[in-house]
Structures are given as C-alpha cells and as structure tokens.
C-alpha cells in the first residue's frame, strides 16, 4: 500500500449561517486571460450572468471589490472546468464543454443543456467555488451547486438534481425538469482534444465501515480489512476485461445544511491495483481529489445527526457519494495526462451497537477517461470512416491518413477549435523556426498550411 498524506481538513464544518446565498456587497479584482475572442467570451459570459440573475451580480460586484484577485481564462485542464483555490484562477476547457449533449426527458423536451451553459459552468467555477473560498465561506461541491441552482431559478432554468451518475456507459448530470446533460463525450475530450480518451467502466463491490471521526464533526469512511481486499471489474471501450484489486480507500464525510445536497465529501483517496493499458502495466493507480480545488465531491442523502452520533441511532444507512477524482499511475504519467473519473458509491450500511460505527457493501460504479497515447503523426487524427461524433473510432488514430482525416481537421480548423486545430505557433510555418510545431492558442491560416504539408506527406 502507498502512502498516503493524511488529510483531516476543516475547512469544510459546514454550518446552515456559513453557507447562506447572500453573496453580500462588500471589492476580488477579476482578470480575464487569453486571446481578444477567448476575453471577449468569457466577459460576455458575466455580462449576460449579471443582466439574468442578480444573486450572480451582487456575487460579481462583491469580487470586484475586494482585495484578491481572480483570474478567468480558456484553456485546458482535467476536468470540464477547474477552480484552483491555490492560485484563485479558473479554468474553462472550452472543447469538452461544446461536446455535451441533451438527453430529452419523457415528453421530448427540456432545458438541461441551456442549464449547463459555458455561462453557467463559469458560474458555478468562479461563484461557487472561488466566491466563497474568498468569503471564508466552504467552497466545496455542496455549496457550490446550491448557489448556482439559485442563480438557474432566477434564470428561469431546471436546477442540477445530483453531481453526476453513470447510465450504462454514459455519465450524465440530471436536472429537475427531467431532462439530463451527456457529458461522456466532453470528458473523453479532456486535455487531449485528438484523440480523445479511452472510457474504461469500472464496478466493485467494497465492505466499508462508516465511524465517527476523532473531531467528533465528521464520519470516516474506509474499507473493512475483515474482508479480502475487494476486486475491481473493469470493461474496456474494445470488450476486453480485467480485473484489479481495490488496495486503499478513505474518505471524510460532512453533514451539510443544503436540502438538495445534504452531505459534502471533504476528500476521497483509493488506491488501485496494476492492470494493463496500451500493452504496459500501470503498477497501480492512485486516486485523488484534483490538487487545490477542494471539490470532494457530494452526498446525496443524510448522514446521522447530531455528532458524533444521535443517542439512538438509525438502524440502517443509506448512502450515495457523488465525485470526480484524478488517477495517476505511472503509464499515464507518461503519456501526459492523468485520467479522470467520475465516481458513485451507493448502498447501505447496519449500525453496530458494540463499535459504535456502521458497516456494510457499497457498490462501486465509476468511467475511468484515460489518456491515449501519444499522437506520432500529426495528419492521423481520426480512424478512417469515423467523419461523425459518436461513430466508432472518431477522433481516435488509426494509422492511416486519407480524406477522413482531412475532413476531421477542417472542420475543427472551421470552428476554431483549438483543442485539433491549432498546431503550430503564429508565422512559424517552416521547420526550425521558433515555435514550429507548438500551439500557441490561435487558430490561423499557419496552422491550416502546418497540417496540410504533413498531410500530403503522410505517415511513415
């Protein structure tokens, strides 16, 4: 078993006063990064949250007046969009975002995707997260996604219902008009833009037990070593499975004061054991929350109250955990990009009178969005055929070039999508030159002639 940094944060003791909405009127300074058209998107954005909702002016204002400064830019980064408290920088990764989708609700309609805007995705990054870490308030997933239901309800929109479930091999984001958001192909963007990454299904059954913590605020959540450590099943996007021990889990849970979403997981940590990706063994895979951003992740039904457990306890204890985390091995390491995993916990546990704890099965359900390797030829960009999101191999290499995959690139170079079509740096259009051969955030005419000449000269 790996080490691992024991973490015991109290920044999320949540109390129903810390977490109001009230966004107050106290003046962050915001900074906004990039290109003219990145800047002029994301003011946009602000723009259009602060004439629709005013819980999202008065939040505006209020960063604008106070000391720290908080910066917003278009760029990549492991998850859809990241809020790092470390730097108070937020990140929007614009292509995943414009590859959700709308699932219908049962009458064919609803407003899911409208609800999952790049408007309302800023939202929930820079009022949600970092608004309140600047307040001193807890900026953890329950918080954040109160706040930005409210800001929705005053939009005339559907509020989120949950963080995210898995639906066969799909991950999607419910809303309350029935309607749901597939992110699957957004999260299989990731960093990598072309080609994407590979959605491995992962499903365990894991013995845990649930104990009060030592502070006497929280639970410990941690697998019961009664029981042989739990097997992983995992089923890869080409019909092969394997199988890989679960070796380390460890997660703090709090009550929360948020009706919709009553529990906040502070951090959650596992340690997988090795399988085998792209012909090489991962030796083992670490599990954790994305650095500096204090998004655990939520708990969608109760937890016992009062701590450090109510005279009386509830026989039995429904839980659902919710969460995205990071996973590092060394594979992935060398391909450049950590995967990432939306994750679900569900069961219930019994309490024990003699421990005092609770214990039981959860059942594991989480999509592992692992990186692919390394592109080797630039002009491979999709797998013959595949000229379609959702058909198979789109966007994937397949060691050919011909016309689909001058088709691919076109399109992508036709909208600006910088994640495929930005290639080469601005005027650096022959080998040698300064910046040839590394995207520099503009898609041009440079890139357009970089990719062509590597097309006509194929692959070797």
């Given at each position: 078993?790996?080490?691992?940094?024991?973490?015991?944060?109290?920044?999320?003791?949540?109390?129903?006063?810390?977490?109001?909405?009230?966004?107050?009127?106290?003046?962050?300074?915001?900074?906004?990064?990039?290109?003219?058209?990145?800047?002029?998107?994301?003011?946009?954005?602000?723009?259009?949250?602060?004439?629709?909702?005013?819980?999202?002016?008065?939040?505006?204002?209020?960063?604008?007046?106070?000391?720290?400064?908080?910066?917003?830019?278009?760029?990549?980064?492991?998850?859809?969009?990241?809020?790092?408290?470390?730097?108070?920088?937020?990140?929007?990764?614009?292509?995943?975002?414009?590859?959700?989708?709308?699932?219908?609700?049962?009458?064919?309609?609803?407003?899911?995707?409208?609800?999952?805007?790049?408007?309302?995705?800023?939202?929930?990054?820079?009022?949600?997260?970092?608004?309140?870490?600047?307040?001193?308030?807890?900026?953890?997933?329950?918080?954040?996604?109160?706040?930005?239901?409210?800001?929705?309800?005053?939009?005339?929109?559907?509020?989120?219902?949950?963080?995210?479930?898995?639906?066969?091999?799909?991950?999607?984001?419910?809303?309350?008009?029935?309607?749901?958001?597939?992110?699957?192909?957004?999260?299989?963007?990731?960093?990598?833009?072309?080609?994407?990454?590979?959605?491995?299904?992962?499903?365990?059954?894991?013995?845990?037990?649930?104990?009060?913590?030592?502070?006497?605020?929280?639970?410990?959540?941690?697998?019961?070593?009664?029981?042989?450590?739990?097997?992983?099943?995992?089923?890869?996007?080409?019909?092969?499975?394997?199988?890989?021990?679960?070796?380390?889990?460890?997660?703090?849970?709090?009550?929360?004061?948020?009706?919709?979403?009553?529990?906040?997981?502070?951090?959650?940590?596992?340690?997988?054991?090795?399988?085998?990706?792209?012909?090489?063994?991962?030796?083992?895979?670490?599990?954790?929350?994305?650095?500096?951003?204090?998004?655990?992740?939520?708990?969608?039904?109760?937890?016992?109250?009062?701590?450090?457990?109510?005279?009386?306890?509830?026989?039995?204890?429904p839980l659902e955990l919710q969460g995205d985390y990071l996973v590092q091995n060394p594979v992935f390491d060398q391909f450049g990009d950590p995967g990432y995993m939306p994750t679900q916990l569900t069961g219930e546990l019994q309490f024990d009178p003699l421990s005092q704890?609770?214990?039981?099965?959860?059942?594991?359900?989480?999509?592992?969005?692992?990186?692919?390797?390394?592109?080797?030829?630039?002009?491979?960009?999709?797998?013959?055929?595949?000229?379609?999101?959702?058909?198979?191999?789109?966007?994937?290499?397949?060691?050919?070039?011909?016309?689909?995959?001058?088709?691919?690139?076109?399109?992508?170079?036709?909208?600006?999508?910088?994640?495929?079509?930005?290639?080469?740096?601005?005027?650096?259009?022959?080998?040698?030159?300064?910046?040839?051969?590394?995207?520099?955030?503009?898609?041009?005419?440079?890139?357009?002639?970089?990719?062509?000449?590597?097309?006509?000269?194929?692959?070797?």
């Open positions: 078993m790996r080490a691992h940094k024991v973490h015991r944060s109290l920044s999320l003791v949540l109390s129903a006063a810390a977490l109001s909405l009230t966004c107050g009127s106290a003046s962050a300074k915001i900074t906004v990064e990039g290109t003219p058209i990145e800047q002029k998107r994301i003011n946009d954005a602000i723009a259009r949250l602060e004439a629709a909702s005013p819980t999202a002016k008065a939040c505006f204002a209020d960063l604008r007046a106070r000391a720290e400064e908080v910066k917003i830019k278009i760029g990549k980064t492991a998850d859809i969009a990241t809020a790092n408290g470390a730097t108070n920088q937020v990140i929007m990764n614009t292509s995943p975002i414009e590859c959700l989708m709308q699932i219908n609700n049962a009458a064919g309609g609803g407003m899911a995707l409208k609800s999952s805007s790049f408007d309302l995705i800023l939202a929930h990054e820079v009022l949600g997260h970092l608004h309140n870490k600047i307040k001193g308030l807890p900026w953890g997933e329950p918080a954040a996604m109160a706040k930005v239901n409210k800001i929705r309800t005053e939009m005339g929109l559907p509020t989120r219902t949950a963080y995210s479930v898995k639906e066969g091999k799909k991950t999607v984001v419910p809303f309350s008009d029935g309607s749901k958001v597939d992110a699957t192909e957004g999260l299989k963007k990731g960093n990598a833009g072309a080609p994407g990454r590979r959605a491995i299904e992962l499903q365990a059954q894991i013995p845990v037990v649930l104990a009060p913590s030592i502070r006497g605020d929280s639970f410990d959540l941690f697998m019961d070593e009664v029981f042989p450590l739990p097997q992983i099943n995992m089923l890869f996007p080409d019909g092969s499975t394997q199988q890989t021990e679960l070796v380390f889990l460890d997660a703090s849970l709090f009550p929360s004061p948020e009706p919709e979403f009553p529990a906040a997981i502070d951090f959650l940590y596992m340690d997988l054991g090795s399988f085998t990706y792209e012909g090489q063994p991962t030796a083992g895979s670490l599990v954790d929350p994305i650095p500096d951003n204090n998004r655990g992740g939520v708990g969608m039904l109760p937890l016992p109250e009062p701590l450090p457990l109510p005279p009386v306890p509830d026989p039995v204890l704890t609770y214990a039981g099965n959860l059942l594991f359900q989480a999509i592992l969005y692992a990186p692919p390797p390394p592109v080797l030829c630039v002009a491979d960009v999709t797998t013959t055929g595949a000229t379609l999101p959702g058909q198979p191999g789109f966007g994937e290499p397949d060691g050919a070039v011909n016309i689909d995959d001058l088709g691919y690139f076109l399109n992508a170079f036709v909208a600006g999508d910088a994640s495929i079509a930005d290639v080469t740096t601005t005027g650096a259009t022959l080998e040698g030159q300064p910046g040839y051969g590394q995207p520099d955030g503009v898609v041009d005419i440079d890139d357009l002639g970089y990719f062509l000449n590597l097309f006509l000269a194929g692959c070797s």
